[in-house]
Each structure stands twice: as C-alpha cells, then as structure tokens.
C-alpha cells in the first residue's frame, strides 16, 4: 500500500494531490543501495511519471492535474449503483412504525 512509485505519484496527482510522499521507499533504496542505490530509485520514479505523463498527452504536471480520470471497474459499477439509487422513490416507512411516530398512513 502507499506511494512506492512513480506512477503512484502521477496517480495521486492526476486525483488532486500536490505532491507524493515516497520517503520509505527512497530510504530503503539508500540503505539497500547507498546513495547510488537511492538516486537509481529516483531516476526511476522520474521515468515512471514521465511515461505516465506521455500516455495520458500531459506536457506538464499542472496538464497532468487536469487528466480526465477514468474509473476502474469497481469504483464505476458503485456510481452508476449510486446514480440509480438516487432516482428510485423513496421508500415509505411500513404502517405500523409510521404509526407509532405519530404519522397518518
């Protein structure tokens, strides 16, 4: 879980983020690797958001925030489950609770 790559970043900010916080995996890079190992990680993540960038047509992060964000499958099936919730009448509460609310049924 969490921001471990570049295109974790690229991700976070194409949804609103300012920026992504991939401190863990660039300290376990440096003790891994030490400083050699750490900038290769860097380099890496810099290629990531730069392939990311260049699949959606982004010249620029700020193009990048302004990506159309497409919905995995899961995520989609729950807003059009949402949207038709939203058109269903409301359901009237059974007589006989209306009843004891003190309502007419």
């Not at 916080?21 to 860097?42: N, S």
């Not at 260049?54 to 925030?65: K, T």
């Not at 499958?73 to 009843?99: C, F």
Request: hydrophobic letters at 40%; charged letters at 25%; proline letters at 4%.
């Amino acid at each position: 879980g969490g921001v471990s790559s570049g295109l974790d970043i690229a991700r976070a900010i194409a949804l609103g983020a300012n920026a992504g916080g991939i401190a863990r995996p660039v300290l376990q890079a440096l003790t891994e690797g030490g400083v050699e190992g750490a900038r290769a990680f860097l380099q890496q993540v810099r290629a990531e958001i730069a392939s990311v960038m260049l699949l959606v047509g982004a010249r620029s992060v700020d193009e990048l925030r302004r990506v159309p964000t497409l919905l995995g499958s899961g995520l989609s099936a729950y807003v059009e489950l949402a949207k038709r919730q939203e058109k269903l009448p409301k359901k009237r509460a059974p007589k006989d609770v209306q009843k004891q609310k003190g309502t007419k049924g």
